[in-house]
């Protein structure tokens, strides 16, 4: 239960400061945390997934969630330099 919460926790987090940017107009930082938002939320449907017994749809947001964790260090890359 802990994990759902903390999921949860960080998801609403990264939502709201995503929005927060795109009110102010940095839209860099906002597409930022929207990559951190896609990332935690197939990361946790992939645990979901597993435990649930779908290993094939695990696997499938496993890849999507890695591929957003590398598209949001891209983009903080794009931002920093």
Sequence with gaps: ??????????????????????VLGN??????????IFALSNGYRAISFKEKGFPREAKWMRTMA??????????????LF
């Excluded at 759902?4 to 795109?22: M, P």
């Design 27 to 36: 839209l860099n930082l906002a597409v930022l945390f929207m990559t951190a």
């Design 1 to 22: 239960m802990k994990r759902n919460w903390i999921f949860g926790v960080l998801i609403v987090g990264a939502a709201i400061t995503a929005l927060v940017f795109i």
């Design 66 to 79: 890695i591929i957003f964790t590398v598209l949001f260090f891209v983009v903080l890359g794009l931002i």
